[in-house]
């Protein structure tokens, strides 16, 4: 997590360290916006985060939200990672896509229903409305 006093320099060594495109920028536990990668490139390296603070990106996932929200805001944003936040704005955790990409990959979701029909049940289904 990032704070304002920090400097492009350091910002730059950790995203490098954390294999990452952003990084949540904090104030007093608040959240403040999405640092990227290429708005730091654009201040001179001795330079803090204050000078682009108003112009960072405000995008974060509640803690609670399903996991296809997060899915939406990665891919709709191009992110590499997200900050989760609560109910007061304060960053409580992040989340980086390759690590939710890591935990979903080969797994079957079924989003459609609250619990899925078994097998026997769906085809009952469609044969009624075939023949009705």
């Known amino acids: 997590?990032?704070?304002?006093e920090d400097t492009?320099?350091?910002?730059l060594q950790c995203m490098e360290d954390y294999e990452v495109q952003h990084l949540p920028l904090?104030?007093?536990?608040?959240?403040?916006?999405?640092?990227s990668k290429e708005s730091v490139l654009?201040?001179?390296?001795?330079?803090?985060?204050?000078?682009?603070a108003e112009d960072l990106l405000r995008i974060g996932v509640n803690g609670g939200a399903h996991f296809?929200?997060?899915?939406?805001?990665?891919?709709?944003?191009?992110?590499?990672?997200?900050?989760?936040?609560?109910?007061?704005?304060?960053?409580?955790?992040?989340?980086?896509q390759k690590i939710l990409n890591e935990n979903i990959q080969n797994e079957l979701f079924n989003i459609c229903y609250p619990e899925h029909p078994?097998?026997?049940?769906?085809?009952?289904?469609?044969?009624?409305?075939?023949f009705s």
């Open 1 to 4: 997590m990032l704070r304002l």
């Open 8 to 11: 492009a320099s350091f910002v």
């Open 26 to 35: 904090l104030k007093d536990e608040y959240f403040i916006g999405l640092v």
């Open 42 to 52: 654009d201040i001179a390296v001795d330079q803090t985060l204050a000078t682009i």
């Open 68 to 96: 296809t929200k997060a899915l939406e805001l990665f891919s709709k944003h191009e992110l590499s990672l997200l900050p989760v936040l609560n109910e007061q704005q304060e960053c409580v955790g992040v989340i980086t």
């Open 118 to 130: 078994t097998r026997k049940d769906f085809y009952e289904s469609a044969a009624d409305k075939l």
